[in-house]
């Protein structure tokens, strides 16, 4: 309840200001990944702990993300949003895993999740260049360097902290800028959300995305711990948790479907709610 609700306030703040902010989301969204995001970027690499178990979980965790990403891409591909529904794979490890497992669990784990979302950004540029290769809205060369830019500030980030330990002060200023970004997505996400969001074949795809988003990696994730590897128990609030935020930003931004992007995202939370007490028995 206390990371619901300034949550749900910063999104009830981001409709009430659509009339205004809507014309200027693809300014907003980009400011975000290259400020907030990239900041929070660099911090992450710069404080992750490279251990032996770390990057075990991180080599599971993205190879099981990578495989969901490749089985939508071929399931969904006649579809003109095949993109966008691909880049649900990849989880919601900052606006959603990384307040919960603050709060659950303590800011070590969730300086982990940050990590991995932030250390794999590779991962998240092959999406971005999904949606931009596909998208309906002409994107300019210009526009690339910001949405490309966490990827950049993690990798600088973990050249720093190859150089320059960081203090143990920027664990938990990574908890928080995760926080902050969580609130500033929600609010975007206000922003984008469309009037109309709803619908019979909305529903009836969102619930196939979700069914392959909410089995593939988790059965990665099992069977790698019954393989005997140690995995970090945030892992689990961020398998079973929902899509990402920002595919109704991003359907905004490229040109695709805002309906089916809210209709996916309200489906995801309502399972990831449903399906949290259990992803918090398997963290701890």
């Given at each position: 309840?206390?990371?619901?609700?300034?949550?749900?306030?910063?999104?009830?703040?981001?409709?009430?200001?659509?009339?205004?902010?809507?014309?200027?989301?693809?300014?907003?969204?980009?400011?975000?990944?290259?400020?907030?995001?990239?900041?929070?970027?660099?911090?992450?690499?710069?404080?992750?702990?490279?251990?032996?178990?770390?990057?075990?979980?991180?080599?599971?965790?993205?190879?099981?993300q990578l495989t969901a990403l490749g089985v939508a891409t071929r399931v969904f591909r006649r579809r003109s949003d095949h993109a966008l529904i691909a880049f649900w794979m990849f989880g919601n490890p900052t606006y959603w895993t990384a307040p919960i497992a603050v709060a659950a669990l303590g800011a070590k784990a969730a300086v982990f999740v940050v990590a991995y979302d932030m250390l794999t950004q590779p991962?998240?540029?092959?999406?971005?260049?999904?949606?931009?290769?596909?998208?309906?809205?002409?994107?300019?060369?210009?526009?690339?360097?910001?949405?490309?830019?966490?990827?950049?500030?993690?990798?600088?980030?973990?050249?720093?902290?190859?150089?320059?330990?960081?203090?143990?002060?920027?664990?938990?200023?990574?908890?928080?800028?995760?926080?902050?970004?969580?609130?500033?997505?929600?609010?975007?996400?206000?922003?984008?959300?469309?009037?109309?969001?709803?619908?019979?074949?909305?529903?009836?795809?969102?619930?196939?995305?979700?069914?392959?988003?909410?089995?593939?990696?988790?059965?990665?994730?099992?069977?790698?711990?019954?393989?005997?590897?140690?995995?970090?128990?945030?892992?689990?609030?961020?398998?079973?948790?929902?899509?990402?935020?920002?595919?109704?930003?991003?359907?905004?931004?490229?040109?695709?479907?805002?309906?089916?992007?809210?209709?996916?995202?309200?489906?995801?939370?309502?399972?990831?709610?449903?399906?949290?007490?259990?992803?918090?028995?398997?963290?701890?």
């Amino acid at each position: 309840m206390t990371v619901a609700l300034p949550l749900f306030g910063a999104f009830v703040l981001g409709l009430g200001a659509r009339r205004w902010l809507i014309q200027h989301i693809a300014f907003l969204v980009r400011a975000q990944l290259s400020v907030g995001i990239g900041l929070l970027a660099v911090l992450a690499g710069w404080s992750f702990e490279l251990s032996g178990g770390n990057l075990a979980a991180i080599g599971v965790l993205l190879a099981a993300q990578l495989t969901a990403l490749g089985v939508a891409t071929r399931v969904f591909r006649r579809r003109s949003d095949h993109a966008l529904i691909a880049f649900w794979m990849f989880g919601n490890p900052t606006y959603w895993t990384a307040p919960i497992a603050v709060a659950a669990l303590g800011a070590k784990a969730a300086v982990f999740v940050v990590a991995y979302d932030m250390l794999t950004q590779p991962r998240i540029a092959l999406g971005i260049r999904l949606l931009r290769r596909h998208a309906t809205v002409p994107q300019t060369r210009t526009t690339a360097l910001a949405d490309y830019a966490p990827t950049i500030g993690a990798l600088a980030g973990l050249l720093l902290g190859r150089l320059v330990p960081a203090p143990d002060v920027v664990t938990t200023l990574v908890a928080g800028l995760a926080i902050a970004m969580s609130a500033m997505g929600v609010l975007l996400l206000g922003v984008s959300w469309p009037k109309r969001w709803i619908g019979r074949p909305q529903l009836a795809l969102s619930f196939r995305v979700l069914a392959l988003h909410l089995t593939l990696v988790p059965c990665a994730l099992a069977l790698a711990t019954l393989a005997g590897i140690d995995l970090p128990g945030a892992v689990w609030l961020f398998a079973l948790g929902p899509v990402p935020t920002s595919v109704v930003s991003f359907a905004q931004l490229y040109g695709y479907s805002p309906r089916t992007a809210a209709t996916g995202l309200v489906m995801s939370v309502a399972a990831a709610i449903v399906l949290l007490p259990l992803a918090i028995a398997l963290a701890h």
